[in-house]
């Protein structure tokens, strides 16, 4: 059996001697051992974040759709999986505009939460529509807090059966809280939230991000500019935030769960003001609280695995993670994750329809070319400085010499498409000096 020399104790009244002896013991050999892997890994690391120095600002929706030709192999049969190509053996197009955007085109959507794509879309989409909220928020003067509510499940439990007590929970939870107001001050309150979901040691972690909004009374006249002096105290806010952490403590108790007291339910006041505005918009903060209800698709976990740290891991190949991305993506089938109350629904409606509608950024078309090409450049890890080359052509009003050689290549009926993608990258590492940077 292997033993372990250990430092003695009566070495600890000598300096010297019990530093001497910790060296020579196994315990401080495992400690530099494990120091000098973690010093590796974050050399690694370093490296790696050198070596994609020229791919730094790259804009999320690039890198979703890099994740999602990553992802193909990993997912392969689902509706997923055919994200992005063309149908009936169309073609797929690259579009950009003057203001330097670009985007792949003309090809299929399958419009799941889950995938790095159309999740993306539909995040930026609630993201729009949380803004106009608050901006009428601001004007009429709504108060609220923003939540986020979880409780406690088992490590190998199923996601199905946390999501739905989640879900059943929340229902529950919030109609009460609302026939409360109602009942004791008259109040009545809105909602817009999202379900989330991070792995960690303790499994799939369930939660929601989401806003609570009570909005003032208008006068019996319905001028718009002026409310009912009757507004929510600092008292009863107090009583409702206490009536919220009772309620969804009791709920998850009759579904067999418990609520802890720090993390259970969180509350941090809403501010409707310029600055609160003005920060939700520029997305400031690491961990603004309107970023946590709109941006899920996007977020990686300081403790653990975001979705997009999940979709990074499939994109690896990684078995474990393709079974539980599988688990998820089952779960999440036709499920809405962004929800909001009926009456935010009809305010948002009609707020806007009563703006002037905005004129849409206009895209050109740049490229073209078939589903099997779009594989192949997918695989060569292509689509970024294609993206680039029409972002940058468009954006100048210059038709570069590199820009027609990439669709020349592009749409060749004489090459195969393995090939093209070998003669794409070759002539994008000798124009390395015209490719526009970040």
Not at 215 to 220: A, G, L, Q, S, T
Request: charged share 30%.
């Amino acid at each position: 059996m292997r033993t372990t020399k250990q430092a003695p104790v009566g070495a600890l009244g000598n300096k010297e001697a019990f530093v001497t002896n910790f060296k020579e013991s196994g315990t401080y050999r495992s400690l530099l051992e494990r120091l000098e892997q973690r010093d590796s890994r974050s050399s690694t690391k370093k490296n790696q974040s050198q070596k994609s120095s020229n791919l730094q600002g790259k804009s999320a929706k690039v890198e979703g759709y890099e994740l999602r030709a990553g992802m193909r192999d990993a997912i392969w049969g689902s509706k997923m999986s055919l994200c992005g190509f063309a149908a009936n053996n169309g073609l797929v197009g690259v579009e950009a505009s003057s203001s330097g955007s670009s985007r792949l085109s003309h090809g299929q959507k399958c419009k799941k939460s889950l995938c790095p794509v159309c999740g993306f879309e539909k995040d930026t989409k609630r993201a729009e529509e949380i803004k106009v909220l608050f901006e009428v928020g601001l004007r009429e003067g709504w108060k609220g807090w923003f939540f986020t509510l979880t409780f406690s499940h088992q490590r190998r439990e199923a996601v199905k059966a946390i999501g739905d007590d989640l879900q059943k929970c929340w229902r529950k939870t919030y109609q009460s809280l609302r026939k409360y107001c109602l009942k004791h001050y008259g109040f009545q309150l809105e909602f817009e939230n999202s379900l989330d979901f991070t792995y960690g040691g303790s499994g799939c972690h369930f939660h929601y991000h989401g806003a609570l909004i009570h909005r003032p009374k208008r006068n019996k006249e319905g001028d718009s500019r002026q409310f009912m002096l009757k507004s929510m105290t600092q008292s009863q806010e107090r009583e409702i935030k206490k009536e919220f952490k009772r309620l969804w403590a009791d709920n998850a108790a009759k579904l067999g769960r418990k609520v802890s007291g720090q993390v259970g339910v969180v509350l941090r006041q809403l501010e409707f003001n310029q600055e609160g505005l003005a920060d939700y918009i520029a997305k400031t903060g690491l961990f603004s609280e309107a970023k946590e209800i709109a941006n899920r698709t996007t977020k990686s976990s300081k403790s653990g695995y975001g979705l997009r740290d999940i979709h990074r891991e499939v994109a690896k190949g990684s078995r474990i993670w393709i079974a539980r991305f599988k688990e998820l993506t089952d779960y999440f089938h036709h499920k809405k994750v962004h929800n909001r109350s009926k009456e935010l629904t009809r305010i948002l409606k009609q707020e806007l329809a009563s703006r002037e509608s905005k004129e849409l950024e206009q895209f050109h078309l740049v490229f073209t070319f078939n589903n099997k090409v779009l594989r192949a450049v997918e695989k060569k890890k292509l689509l970024y400085p294609i993206l680039k080359v029409a972002s940058d052509s468009i954006r100048t009003g210059n038709i570069s010499a590199l820009t027609l050689k990439v669709g020349a290549l592009l749409k060749s009926s004489k090459l195969e498409p393995d090939r093209i993608a070998v003669e794409l990258k070759k002539l994008f590492s000798s124009n390395l000096e015209t490719l526009p940077s970040g």
